[in-house]
């Protein structure tokens, strides 16, 4: 188990690079100098714009400009922000838990909508049951996260006035007053991105458990004359859980894509939209980090699932 | 439940008694059973008629400004209402949706060629060319899509615009990049085929009768991965729209006076309390056709591709 | 030898086994009577498709239902009809009083369980043990299978041991509640030839040493003049002919089981010029709608316009031999 997990942690790596490679060359791709407005803008002094410049090594050729480029990257040494001045990897690290807390929040809640419906809709397949579950999760995730947030304010803030639709940082409250608030404000945004998820996983899981049940191991587990619900958790859910865990691996570039939207909804101070406040204020070096934070993200969250994997199946970690 | 067991009972016992049909005609008799795909195809079907005969039929310009007419709720003088500068909702959803179903199939086409052509060249080669575009192809599979996505659009916009205008530019870069993004399940999917096609007798019979290479890929590989590729690629179109609307709510996609149907909520986010319309409208557009594409996707997937290859 | 003893282990009596398809009904067993008597080996013989495994499957109710469905007859153990028993109630007869082992070693066991919890977990459920007297039950149960080192190989996983040790396992696992039958589904069809031998050896000596019946269900009629005491050869859902295997070896009475004999290679005859090894022309009719009268008709070099008209009932030819043929 060791070695595997020391073997994937290595293959990780080229991935990571590969991503710094691609996110460099459309930097370097990109027509213009990225800089230029620095120096028509009268609050940057010039020697602000030459020491950019020399950090990002940006006169050099273009594989010393990556080797730079990434050395800088690593060593936290992001840059500032052309907006507010700050360190970008401070205005990263202020805002990334709150990112990591929503979507944390609501995978649990997809996780917790798409595992019971799942199985039990698999466990009896072509019922009322599993075609209503079916029908309802084709909605869900065709359903797009902006969309969903907008009907949520307009229902639960608007038509109802139950729930708060900016989220504040600033809430005039301590003890429980303040985790109350907290929590009412951020029940929308986990909802959204946390039902469009739970949708499309509780397919996974359905067809998951639907090529699990017809495996041979079942039926000798049902001829030991064990009950069903063991034979349904023990034998073949725990089975179902390896593609599963792949499946949603690879959806992780589209959680991060639902928070980014969810955040520019409901103004959730995370690095989503950090992201597109930058964009519009053209503050690149935010763009750049914030950009290949998210891919650190989706390589870390593979690698955790790698391990998972790892973990299900014994004849992975074993070989 | 005891498969196995059905299986070597029926299995035997079924194939004197079905008739032979050809592959196609088992395919739509399959597609027929789904019922929610067939209704899916006759609304979609709809839809692409709306949008490409609907202006023809509804000539109200979708620029013409009336305040006179501010954030009006469906009325018979403008059916899906107005926005805050009097412009006529149906007119612009049914010009956006032109929009956003081109960009879907635009999108759509650049994945399934992107896809097909590495999954091809990988499969056919085999080796360390394949090891190569495998990485490639999962390191893609890995990318966030939206930040690159925004990243480029905002890198690369105003170089395109020069270059051929404006709404053309958007329009090329938002393809490419959203098809760009779209083509590893395709090409896993090729690539899969290939191998396990490859040593198929069919195929050994045609090499062995001197088929070259382009033409036993043209000819016999390609057309067995037909079935899963369809698919993926209502997947792909269903994604890309959805892909689409969320660059132009971000305000980042097309112009803000070209009213996609991401544009116009993007616009009416903040009229939510008073024009409740403005933003139902289009967002129900993109979800009816995102929808049904989804279960003509599914239907398909029910009659083409029998094995239920899972992809992502 | 008398055959069928008065008071038989299991009967299954005119048993009927139907699945909808889309095409229509599939009448798998149909009108099936098979007895295995205390410590008897009965084997069940024929064509892949003609119904034998699910007869087996349909014993302790595995087959999926639906599509599956029981339409008639009666599975009687030790007198009970367990046709129309819950769930519940077939849960205690499972592994306790009838076990199974199935075609597929490579595929029957949960690849992500240690061979040793698949096996305690047997005899936890049915004998209320405790996790550790269970482990002790699966590493002496390994023993008696003849896996070597059975303290290690415990806690090993089932990708680790070769497809016959996988059947050992399965057998192991079988036998480790002591049922009074255990039904064999083609236990070597998927295994080497020299691992064919080597289970079905196993497989007499666990009977010899806990004195169970063995319902071995097999379409190779080598592996049936080997182990049977008596044997039902099927043919299209139903049964064509049973006999005590002497009987049925030396006096063949219908032509479907005089082809199967046919058909078994022999060595000893092999080397002389004129022996040839024959194959039963055609293939199993459909289930689906099948033509009246004998179902054999259509491949039989005997049949006549009365086969083909109606169906010949199953009648005793000799004393403990029954033969479904008017010739």
Not at chain 2, 142 to 159: G, H, Q, V
Not at chain 2, 173 to 179: A, E, F, P
Not at chain 3, 6 to 12: C, K, V
Not at chain 3, 292 to 301: E, K, L, Q, S, Y
Request: charged residues 15%.
């Amino acid at each position: 188990m060791f070695q595997y997990l020391i073997r994937r942690l290595l293959i990780a790596i080229p991935s990571l690079l590969g991503i710094s490679v691609i996110l460099f060359t459309v930097l370097a791709l990109a027509p213009g100098d990225p800089f230029e407005e620095l120096a028509t803008n009268p609050a940057i002094p010039p020697e602000v714009r030459a020491n950019l410049r020399a950090s990002l090594g940006m006169d050099d050729p273009i594989h010393l400009r990556y080797v730079a480029w990434l050395t800088s990257m690593l060593r936290g040494e992001w840059g500032f922000s052309f907006v507010s001045r700050i360190p970008v990897d401070q205005l990263i690290l202020q805002r990334l838990p709150t990112t990591i807390i929503v979507i944390g929040a609501s995978q649990v809640l997809a996780l917790a909508i798409a595992m019971p419906v799942g199985v039990y809709a698999a466990t009896r397949p072509y019922s009322l049951f599993d075609k209503v579950a079916n029908t309802l999760a084709f909605v869900g995730f065709s359903l797009p996260t902006f969309f969903t947030g907008l009907l949520l304010i307009m229902l639960f803030s608007i038509q109802l006035g139950w729930l708060p639709f900016v989220f504040r940082t600033d809430i005039e409250a301590t003890g429980w007053r303040w985790w109350w608030e907290m929590f009412r404000q951020s029940i929308m945004p986990i909802m959204v991105l946390g039902l469009f998820q739970g949708a499309a996983w509780t397919r996974f899981v359905r067809s998951a458990v639907l090529d699990v049940i017809r495996l041979d191991h079942v039926t000798t587990a049902r001829s030991k004359g064990l009950p069903e619900s063991v034979i349904t958790l023990k034998h073949v859910v725990r089975n179902a859980m390896i593609p599963v865990v792949t499946l949603v691996a690879l959806q992780m570039p589209v959680v991060f894509g639902g928070a980014i939207v969810t955040e520019q909804i409901f103004r959730v101070p995370g690095i989503g939209s950090l992201l597109i406040s930058a964009i519009l204020a053209n503050d690149t070096p935010v763009i750049m980090a914030v950009t290949f934070v998210f891919a650190t993200l989706v390589i870390f969250f593979n690698l955790l699932a790698d391990i998972l994997y790892g973990w299900l199946d014994p004849r992975i970690s074993y070989r | 439940m005891a498969g196995s067991t059905l299986a070597s009972a029926t299995v035997s016992a079924i194939p004197a008694a079905a008739p032979r049909v050809g592959p196609w005609r088992e395919a739509w008799r399959r597609f027929r059973k789904h019922r929610l795909a067939v209704l899916s195809a006759v609304i979609l079907g709809l839809l692409v008629l709306a949008v490409l005969i609907g202006p023809l039929v509804w000539q109200v310009p979708i620029d013409e400004i009336d305040f006179s007419a501010r954030l009006q709720g469906p009325s018979w003088e403008h059916p899906l209402g107005t926005d805050d500068l009097g412009q006529d909702l149906l007119a612009r959803i049914l010009y956006g949706g032109r929009i956003s179903l081109a960009v879907g199939f635009a999108a759509m086409a650049v994945a399934i060629f992107v896809g097909v052509l590495v999954g091809a060249v990988a499969g056919m080669a085999g080796g360390k060319v394949d090891t190569a575009l495998m990485w490639l192809t999962d390191l893609f599979l890995s990318l966030p899509e939206l930040p690159l996505l925004l990243l480029i659009i905002y890198l690369f916009r105003d170089t395109l615009t020069g270059l051929v205008g404006l709404e053309l530019g958007v329009f090329i870069l938002i393809v490419s990049v959203i098809g760009g993004f779209r083509w590893m399940p395709v090409a896993r999917l090729v690539r899969a085929q290939f191998f396990s096609l490859r040593e198929k007798e069919f195929v050994e019979a045609a090499r062995a009768l001197g088929a070259s290479r382009p033409r036993l890929v043209m000819r016999h590989i390609l057309p067995n991965a037909l079935g899963p590729v369809i698919v993926a690629a209502s997947i792909d179109v269903a994604a890309a729209i959805i892909a689409e609307s969320t660059l132009s709510f971000l305000g980042l996609g097309f112009p803000p006076d070209v009213p996609t149907w991401g544009r116009l909520l993007f616009d009416a986010k903040d009229n939510l309390d008073f024009a409740p319309h403005w933003a139902l409208f289009p967002g129900a557009a993109i979800f009816l056709t995102v929808l049904s594409i989804n279960f003509i996707g599914d239907g398909l997937r029910d009659a083409l591709d029998p094995r239920r290859i899972i992809s992502a | 030898m008398n055959a069928v003893a008065a008071d038989p282990l299991l009967a299954i009596r005119d048993l009927k086994v139907h699945f909808s398809t889309d095409d229509g009904m599939v009448r798998a067993v149909d009108g099936v009577n098979i007895e295995v008597g205390r410590g008897e080996t009965v084997c069940v013989v024929g064509e892949s498709g003609c119904g034998k495994t699910v007869t087996a499957m349909t014993v302790l109710k595995l087959i999926a239902m639906p599509p599956g469905r029981i339409a008639g007859g009666q599975i009687l153990w030790q007198g009970r009809d367990l046709v129309p028993l819950k769930t519940e109630a077939m849960r205690s007869i499972r592994a306790k009083e009838i076990a199974i082992v199935f075609q597929e070693p490579m595929t029957s066991l949960n690849p992500v369980y240690t061979v040793g919890d698949q096996i305690a977990e047997v005899v936890r459920q049915q004998e209320k043990l405790g996790k550790r007297a269970a482990m002790d039950r699966a590493i002496e149960m390994l023993r008696l299978v003849h896996i070597p080192n059975p303290q290690r190989r415990v806690h090993d996983y089932p990708h680790q041991f070769s497809g016959g040790m996988r059947q050992r396992v399965m057998i192991a696992m079988a036998l480790s509640c002591n049922p009074k039958l255990l039904i064999a589904d083609e236990p070597t069809t998927a295994l080497d030839v020299t691992i064919q031998a080597q289970i079905l050896d196993l497989l007499a000596e666990m009977k010899e040493r806990l004195g169970m019946a063995v319902m071995l269900i097999t379409h190779a009629m080598g592996v049936v003049a080997e182990v049977a005491q008596r044997v039902v050869v099927m043919y299209a859902g139903k049964v064509v002919e049973e006999a005590p295997v002497r009987e049925l070896f030396g006096n063949p009475r219908h032509p479907y089981t005089q082809g199967l004999i046919r058909s078994i290679p022999r060595l000893d005859l092999a080397a002389t010029e004129h022996h040839r090894l024959e194959a039963i022309p055609g293939t199993v009719p459909s289930l689906l709608n099948p033509p009246p009268g004998c179902r054999f008709a259509a491949r039989c070099r005997y049949a006549t316009d009365e086969c083909r008209a109606a169906e010949p009932p199953l009648r005793e030819v000799a004393p403990g031999h029954k033969a479904a043929c008017i010739l």
